[in-house]
């Protein structure tokens, strides 16, 4: 049996970027799902991978080409316009640049600048 501790990591581990970066979303954030294309998705983070997890999504990909394997979850890049950021999504980023897909269906978080 997990405590309460130790479930609270795991799903902070769980949340990935999104967990590091931004532990809540804002109340007023603007919320979207959109496809978009991988190559307007950045990587600016290192977060450990699992081999297992990464097969998973190549299999599930493969086994439905016309299908998305979930949600990434992106927001505007603050260095490139045009560009995202990857906040959460990391192994289906990747399972789906190495099944050749062009595209992701996305969670775009767009949050207003507070001063």
Avoid at 13 to 20: F, I, K, P, R
Avoid at 84 to 93: R, S, V
């Amino acid at each position: 049996m997990h405590t309460r501790e130790t479930l609270a990591r795991l799903v902070l581990m769980a949340m990935g970027a999104l967990a590091q970066e931004r532990l809540m979303i804002k109340h007023d954030a603007r919320m979207t799902i959109r496809t978009l294309p991988l190559e307007n998705i950045q990587i600016k983070e290192y977060q450990e991978r699992y081999p297992d997890k990464l097969n998973l999504y190549i299999q599930l990909l493969k086994e439905h080409p016309r299908e998305y394997a979930g949600l990434l979850f992106v927001t505007p890049s603050d260095t490139h316009p045009g560009m995202f950021i990857l906040l959460d999504g990391h192994h289906k980023f990747c399972a789906s640049i190495i099944t050749g897909r062009p595209d992701a269906l996305c969670v775009v978080i767009e949050e207003a600048a507070h001063t």
